[in-house]
């Protein structure tokens, strides 16, 4: 059985038939919750909470108790050695000996995956930073599941702080997965990174319309749409694009609208002064009273705060008190399955294979441009080296192992050209025609002109092509 | 049996007849505690602590570990949702739909009664501000019937801050309820609530005398006597009255001494500047030699600070340690009892039903006047209407749902009498005979002229009666 | 078995024979982890941290869940009624009446010792300030022990900070009882307190060489050698001492190295501001190259912050992390020792008896001179009175019994002399000869003459003797 001993650090750790293997499992175990008492018995698993948390906390431990399972709990940063400066790394292989399973949720974007590295035992990201939540992605999915029956196909519009929300950034890549089309609508300011976008499109296929390509209907129609997602098996969808969203809001419907609450623990100072949540409507009962709303579940990570009115509680399209309750047997599944406690068959063909890309790691050399990557902390730097995929070459992109943050480095250089000897060190514009023809293996990358002359490099002739670039968009 | 799936939000929830029931469950578990565990097995509660804790947190995760029962826990306030901005009931109804029983302790009065209300499971209130604490209230008296084997007739004196101290007014009304009679020795300037008192005088039967119309003699005692509450079963007391003081004091003596601490972190600016606890003396040895304390319970609910010496831990009155010691068999047969796992017979004839009052609840109009009620907190004014049990009609008193603060509102009108017109939105003060005649269903309250004149009302002939009867006064 | 319901509060409450049954309960309970699951069934464990702790309290509380028995926690010193001014004795006794065992961390020094004295079940300090930390000194022992086979005749190094490191303090008495040698590197300004040489020496034996009076080569040596205790059962080795260092280093080698963090957190503002760390060179790989580190175990109590590098991660001779691991093992040995549950048979012939000093106890006089001590803190000293033993006569010592800080008072009288009449009430100077002649139970101290004076005593002939001394040494 493939889930025993396995992390679940984002969505991509499992497959299609492995999610639905879950959703079985929870359904089954909702059904007869009181047999499954002792079930994990003698267990231990620890539930690291580094960030403030109701549901996803006590949802796992109430799992784990209906399991018969024990539980060590850290609830308070404050209150650990990781304010007396430990690194994660020394925390996960201390606990990681004491216990059989571990819980983190941690501010650091990739924490999650250094906890998976250095500790032996099974690891489940419960939310880091603003980058996954993949457990809340498989309450989500089967909320919707067990509504809609399937996934693929439908239309499932994301509402609110989509840069920040990682619930909706685990939600993206698992509805890309099982075939759902996405609409985005995003409070003003607070769209889907880039970086997630690439992914989508470069890793499960399907095709996306940005706003500006929508037409004007399109654009004043009473939600602000941003971009809409089609995947790869509607594919005669993209031909009816310039009506696609009357159609979607009008005739096909909105299957989910899950809508989330401004993260404004995570907002920048500017963000915060604009006060972005005020210039985005509230989901009610008028702005859901529309055709398209007929048979929409209304959905939400929660905790709400303004987004969503109290008055649609009753309204039999909202979802979210079951969403939040289905965490309870989702949890006791995965932890019974990650615990090899419980064995599910799987089906013999599965979802398409991770894209396996070429790993960039240089002792010098750029490091994770986002500042909430676990790469870049002070405690962390002390044994964690950069390390980057290289998900693309033109434009040459590496995406953080950790973080999952992507950039394109200005300048790139080969250690097969010069085999060490100074004379032959030379650095390149990253979009020049020498760039392409390093293989991954010797490629070596710079951010800046200043980074690469310290390391002994010189400007080739191909050094100036961006800043050319540059100048002329200026 | 009546006791499953209730809540214990205040003490009135409790009959006398499922009180005693409690301590009898109490008594026979306290004795075979080996013998309980496994009676809760697989049974989760949720320990929700919003306020420092030690004895009551603690006792109650004892309690349902002896039970062997689970707990999730939240003892930090910044480590939840709630530092999200999320409101009670959305908490109350998620917790709610995890765990098998909710125990929750929250600054805010009235909390409790929310979480009752919107949660699927039994709920016990283990503090809400300065409203009540119940089951501090059945340890406390569980500890006085073990030792005077009823409480019935018992002269009961209550010391220190009456005004904070929730476990105060809980247990002034089960001690009502029992027919004991209460000596009232507040610090000065933290006496019981009005509202306290007055729905002790109304519901409960019993004569209250203050101290104002007290003797002489009875001022000048060593301790500064309050009032004294009389129960109704105690009614030849009264004719005594003007000695009663000297005789509680120095013949029939006192049964129990309860202390209590200063809640100072309830104090207003005010209060904190007075330092009220330097004004009232120290109980000790010297202080309780007299003949009236020879068979005094000393109790406390802890912990103490200055107010009880230590000096009185190895006299043999004092009970605050065994009191505290309660809270695990207490708790046990309560969480057994709520959970339908115990059932105890109840007695036939059981304490005289709840009185019920006409409820008062309008979009509009006065909302709770206590800063501290739930009912007012941004949070919780998204869904939670103001409401209102009109306890009395001379004068009209509106007592709040949530936090039982009560307050007499200056102006009235009716919906009845205008049928919805404006011309006869008419207001009138609250003392006039007009007052008298509405009757509940049509009745509409106002705090001020201004208010009514908002919504559309204009003065009656009979609006500034209460005006004049206020200037006569200064 | 002697072990059953004594308490643990520090590593002189147990003797040789029984650190070794824990070893080896621990032992064969870390080879048959499933099995002991059920032991401690229904038996409630309450883990008390009022300090930042992750290895220590999840280490106990998963030994305890191994168990199979029940955890109430506190980790958050603002979450208790301590926070309201609650005393320790008055929570030790509550919480021990709730509990079958009692695990306590606090900041104040000889806090588990108030706890252990006002509770009735077992307590475990789990590091009470810079005083001890006895469960970590078994698990440092027990990861020698299993590597060396036996801790008598062997070398440790102590490296870091040996002023603060509470770790380090249990683990030098242990080391002693066991007959190891010790060699002092502390970080400069952090050596190991006088009063802990002090006992030491006195109570365990041996000698201890200070670095004034080692050679110059030693001096000299990569490492800055402090001082070396000489166990008495290597009488022979202090003929040697002249090169002791060298041989050790260099010829016997260095059997276990205990690096520890600089415990910036009870850095005096002096402390802080020398920045104590950067002068101590790191614990890397090369300066574990030499021929006296061969076969060393490098140890340390962890969290690590720059002191040991992380390269040492996969040296085959770090012992850290299985250091840390052994926690659960050792800990649900002794757990299940302390509540009876478990027996082992002990050694007829065990380590020395303790040694019994005479107790001083004076309702006036000087109080623990230690800011941290227990003892003198504002909540603390409304029941509890200064206690010391009397450790020396020449000169005069006196050791808290709470901290065991130690102190020199300055002047003594006795209460025999003069019968209660205020005549004969002289005091002297302490290191006069009519202190050696004052009988431990007559015997009163002074630390200044302002004191004496204030308690009615006036200067004999020889009250001024210590301070000519102290002039002259000026």
């Known amino acids: 059985m493939r ?39 003698g267990k231990v698993m620890a539930s690291l909470f580094f960030e403030p948390s109701t549901r996803t906390r006590l949802s796992f431990e109430t799992a784990m108790h209906r399991l018969g399972g024990s539980i060590i709990t850290v609830s308070d940063v404050g209150a650990t050695s990781l304010a007396k400066g430990e690194s994660i790394a020394d925390m996960a292989r201390v606990i990681g000996s004491y216990v059989d399973l571990i819980v983190i949720r941690h501010p650091w974007e990739g924490a999650a995956r250094v906890v998976a590295d250095y500790s032996s035992v099974p690891v489940i990201n419960a939310g880091d930073g603003g980058h996954q939540h993949p457990t809340q992605t498989l309450c989500d999915l089967y909320t919707i599941q067990k509504d809609k029956k399937t996934i693929k196909g439908l239309n499932i519009a994301l ?38 976008l690439k992914k989508l499109t470069m890793e499960y296929g399907g095709e996306l319309e940005r706003r500006d390509t929508l037409n004007r209907t399109v654009k004043d129609s009473l939600i602000p749409l941003d971009a809409i ?20 809001e009008t005739r096909t419907g909105i299957d ?22 005020k210039s985005h409507p509230v989901v009610d009962k008028k702005m859901l009273r529309g055709k398209a709303f007929r048979q929409t579940l209304v959905m939400h990570p929660l905790p709400r705060v303004d987004e969503l009115a109290y008055e649609l509680d009753a309204d039999p399209r909202s979802r979210y008190f079951q969403q939040a309750a289905q965490g309870v047997p989702v949890r006791m599944a995965l932890i019974s399955l990650l615990l090899g406690i419980k064995e599910v068959p799987l089906p013999a063909e599965d979802t398409l294979p991770e894209i396996e890309y070429p790993l960039y790691r240089r002792e010098f050399g750029p490091s994770c441009p986002n500042p909430r990557c676990v790469s870049i902390q002070e405690t962390e730097t002390k044994y ?24 394109e480095p200005r300048y790139v250089a080969s250690s097969d050209w010069h085999k060490g000897t100074i004379a032959t060190k030379k650095y390149h514009s990253a979009v020049s025609h020498w760039a392409r023809k390093i293989r991954p293996e010797y490629l070596i990358v710079f951010n800046s002109e200043e980074e690469a002359l310290a390391r002994g490099f010189k400007p080739s002739r191909f050094s100036g092509m961006r800043r050319q670039g540059k100048s002329k968009k200026q």
């Open 3 to 41: 889930l025993a001993n396995k992390n679940l650090v984002t969505i991509d750790d499992l497959s299609n038939g492995e999610m639905e293997a879950i959703f079985s499992l929870a359904n089954e175990m909702s059904g007869t919750m009181n047999e499954q008492f002792g079930l994990c018995r």
């Open 159 to 196: 509402w609110g702080d989509l840069k920040y929300g990682r619930t909706v950034h685990s939600l993206i890549f698992a509805l890309a997965k099982f075939g759902a089309n996405i609409l985005f609508y995003p409070t003003p300011g607070l769209k889907v990174p880039e970086h997630v």
């Open 229 to 248: 997602y089609l995947t790869p098996s509607s594919p005669h969808q993209l031909a009816m694009m310039p009506n696609l969203n009357l159609q979607v």
């Open 256 to 277: 989910a609208l899950y809508v989330t609450r401004p993260q404004k623990e995570r907002f920048t100072a500017a963000e915060k002064g604009q006060e972005l949540k």
């Open 384 to 407: 964690l080296q950069p390390e980057f995929k290289v998900v693309n070459r033109e434009p040459l992109t590496l995406r953080c192992t950790y973080c999952e943050h992507g950039f």
